[in-house]
C-alpha cells in the first residue's frame, strides 16, 4: 500500500505540490511578486489587509513577522496610540502642513462640516480602513516583502530601504483623492508610524495612532475648525 507521506504516491504528490507552491507564494519568484502587487491593488485598504491575513495564513507566516505582536501592556498602548495620533494631527495642522504651503481648509473632505450621518460613516471608514487596514498592508504586509527582499543584498540597511519604500508607496496612494498635500501630510505621517513599528515591533500601536490621527482631522473637519489650528502658529 503506498503511505501519504510517500513523494511518489497521488497524495504525496499533491502535498509536495501544495509545499511548493507555498514556497513559490512566500519567495520573489513570479508567484511571489504577483502577490505583491495583487494584495496592495485588491481593492480598499481594508480588503487588502484581509487578503495579508489570507496570505500569512497561506503561507505559514508567522503573525509577529508582519508585526500581529501583542504589547506588554494593552494600557499604556492605547493610551500612548490614541494620545500621539491625535497630539500628532494637531502638530501636523498647525505646523507642518502650513511649512509646506498647504491650504488651511481640506476641500477633499470638506463636505463632512456639520455633516453627522458622512462624518460618523467615514469615522468607521478610517478606523477599519485606515488603522487596520493601512497599518496591516503597508506597515505589516509591504514591509516584511521588503524586508525580505533587500535582506540578503542590503543587509542592516534592508528595514531603511522597508520604511523609504513603503512610505512612499502609502504617500502615493493618497494623491488622487487630495492631491500633492495629501501625499506630503501621508509622506510625514507613513514615516512616523513606520519608526514606531520598527522600534516597538508591534502595529498595534501604529494602528491606533493612525485611527486617532484620522478621528481627529474628522473632528477638526466636522466642527470646522481647521483653519483656526492651521492658523494657530502662522497667520
Do not use: C
Given at each position: 500500500?503506498?503511505?501519504?507521506?510517500?513523494?511518489?504516491?497521488?497524495?504525496?504528490n499533491?502535498?509536495?505540490?501544495?509545499?511548493?507552491?507555498?514556497v513559490?507564494l512566500?519567495?520573489?519568484?513570479?508567484?511571489?511578486?504577483?502577490?505583491?502587487?495583487v494584495?496592495?491593488?485588491?481593492?480598499?485598504?481594508?480588503?487588502s489587509?484581509?487578503?495579508?491575513?489570507?496570505w500569512?495564513?497561506?503561507t505559514?507566516t508567522?503573525w509577529?513577522?508582519?508585526g500581529?505582536?501583542?504589547?506588554?501592556?494593552?494600557p499604556?498602548a492605547?493610551a500612548?496610540?490614541?494620545?500621539?495620533?491625535a497630539?500628532?494631527?494637531?502638530?501636523?495642522?498647525a505646523?507642518v502642513?502650513?511649512?509646506?504651503?498647504?491650504?488651511?481648509?481640506?476641500r477633499?473632505y470638506?463636505?463632512?462640516?456639520?455633516?453627522?450621518?458622512?462624518?460618523?460613516?467615514?469615522?468607521?471608514f478610517?478606523i477599519?480602513?485606515?488603522?487596520?487596514?493601512e497599518?496591516?498592508?503597508?506597515r505589516?504586509?509591504l514591509f516584511e516583502?521588503f524586508?525580505?527582499?533587500?535582506?540578503?543584498?542590503?543587509?542592516?540597511?534592508?528595514?531603511a530601504?522597508?520604511?523609504?519604500?513603503?512610505?512612499?508607496?502609502?504617500?502615493?496612494?493618497?494623491?488622487p483623492?487630495q492631491?500633492?498635500?495629501?501625499?506630503?501630510q501621508?509622506?510625514?505621517t507613513?514615516l512616523?508610524?513606520?519608526m514606531?513599528?520598527?522600534?516597538?515591533?508591534?502595529?498595534?500601536?501604529?494602528m491606533l495612532?493612525?485611527?486617532?490621527f484620522?478621528?481627529?482631522?474628522?473632528?477638526m473637519i466636522?466642527?470646522?475648525?481647521?483653519?483656526r489650528?492651521?492658523?494657530?502658529?502662522f497667520?
Amino acid at each position: 500500500m503506498e503511505q501519504s507521506g510517500d513523494p511518489r504516491s497521488p497524495a504525496g504528490n499533491v502535498q509536495g505540490s501544495a509545499l511548493k507552491g507555498v514556497v513559490r507564494l512566500r519567495g520573489f519568484g513570479p508567484l511571489g511578486h504577483l502577490a505583491m502587487v495583487v494584495i496592495p491593488f485588491a481593492g480598499t485598504a481594508a480588503i487588502s489587509a484581509i487578503l495579508v491575513l489570507v496570505w500569512a495564513r497561506v503561507t505559514r507566516t508567522p503573525w509577529r513577522e508582519i508585526g500581529f505582536v501583542a504589547p506588554r501592556s494593552w494600557p499604556r498602548a492605547v493610551a500612548v496610540g490614541i494620545l500621539f495620533g491625535a497630539v500628532f494631527k494637531f502638530v501636523m495642522k498647525a505646523l507642518v502642513m502650513p511649512l509646506f504651503g498647504a491650504a488651511p481648509v481640506n476641500r477633499a473632505y470638506h463636505y463632512l462640516a456639520d455633516n453627522a450621518q458622512a462624518a460618523a460613516f467615514m469615522a468607521v471608514f478610517v478606523i477599519v480602513g485606515g488603522g487596520f487596514g493601512e497599518e496591516t498592508l503597508y506597515r505589516g504586509f509591504l514591509f516584511e516583502r521588503f524586508s525580505k527582499l533587500f535582506g540578503s543584498r542590503a543587509g542592516v540597511h534592508a528595514k531603511a530601504f522597508a520604511l523609504l519604500l513603503t512610505t512612499v508607496w502609502f504617500a502615493a496612494v493618497h494623491y488622487p483623492d487630495q492631491g500633492l498635500a495629501g501625499v506630503e501630510q501621508a509622506a510625514v505621517t507613513g514615516l512616523a508610524f513606520g519608526m514606531i513599528f520598527l522600534m516597538t515591533g508591534s502595529l498595534f500601536i501604529p494602528m491606533l495612532a493612525h485611527a486617532a490621527f484620522d478621528l481627529a482631522a474628522i473632528a477638526m473637519i466636522y466642527w470646522d475648525f481647521e483653519t483656526r489650528v492651521a492658523h494657530l502658529i502662522f497667520r
